[in-house]
């Protein structure tokens, strides 16, 4: 969520920035307008109530010293005065609660602004290559993709995945299931012994609290899966994200305990309501998949270093898997509604011929903090500062297992695994033929 105040004294640096985000750019100028006149409607009868309340005081004194003087008359007068004006300010207690939410409301939708250096640009074609690591070999002509592979190999259902919960899901059996397992553990090893991460397992249910916290709610409620709960409802994490973010909600942070980093191995849930007929075939685009979530809590001076350092961790597993990837900075089109900026991490996929999207780094200054209620006191201030949050894929397990295969396929239809991944494997080297 984006400062009242900094809208209100900066309108022209927000109207700017909404003209950055293509979905924003035709109506920037009549968002920035209907937040700053829901601040001012409520601002102005903020103000009219104060004053109100500050006449009922005077005038209750009013009464006691008519009364004093034998002013039965002038009492009385008061009296009628005071009845209007606790009236009023009871209606007017309800309606600063409305007028309070309606500017919540507005700027719960608003998007985070970009950072200077983000590139401008309308979708995925302007994002910018920040550098290429690992060779690409050409594609033989007996390649194939994740799907066909593993379904060769018998140990990749869709059909009975399909009969158990419909389409967007898989079953992995045998030897790419403890694959998909091996990465995971891998991930979280790396990330732990060497990052400097801390292991959480957090829960997978979460109140609409949590999602409002880092920006799925209001937003994108359509992409989340919910489950009734008592009188209310909790949501199935699209990320772990979601929870690992929130542990700082509503709280101080002891700022000589920044930064903290958090890590989880966790299945993960989305509708993927606005993803109809893209990737049907195979494990790309699921309803429910694992990936290990990457967490950084800091101060504001600390932020920008923090999102070079954990996409760096990001890359490292695809370094130690012998994975081609490229890393993209990404454009204002195609960048997240709560990122100041954005780096993708791309693997190779030799199935497709072409990188896919792997890992997401991104910096969100104090926009979840501020949603979150999550502060810290810097040494030596009185003042409390908003935390900056910052979040990545460390990878997703699902993605990692699909380059795997693709990457690491042999002409006769078997899988080699990874250096890095035999001892999760029980030191086996190869899976089918």
Known sequence: MLDIRWIRENPNALVDALRKRPSYSASAESIVDEVIA?????????????????????????????MRAGDSARAEELKVEVNAIKAFVQEGESRERALDKALADALAVLPNVPLPDVPEGKDEHDNVEVRKVGEVKPRPNWAREHFEIGEALGLMDFERAARLSGARFTVLKGQLARLERALGQFMLDLHTTEHGYTEVIPPLLVRDEALYGTGQLPKFEEDLFFVPHGEARLGLIPTSEVPLTNLVREEIVDARSLPLRFTALTPCFRSEAGSAGRDTRGMLRQHQFYKVELVSITDAESSISEHERMTSCAEEVLKRLGLPFRTVVLCTGDMGFGARKTYDIEVWLPGQNSYREISSCSVCGDFQAR????????EGEKQTRFLHTLNGSGVAVGRALIAVIENYQNEDGSVTIPQALRPYMGGLEKIGA
Not at 38 to 63: G, M, P, Y
Not at 371 to 378: T, V
């Open 38 to 66: 829901r601040d001012e409607a409520r601002r102005a009868h903020t103000t009219e109530l104060q004053q109100k309340q500050e006449r009922r005081n005077a005038a209750s004194k009013e009464i006691g010293n008519a």
């Open 371 to 378: 949603r979150m209620d999550a502060r810290y006191r810097p």
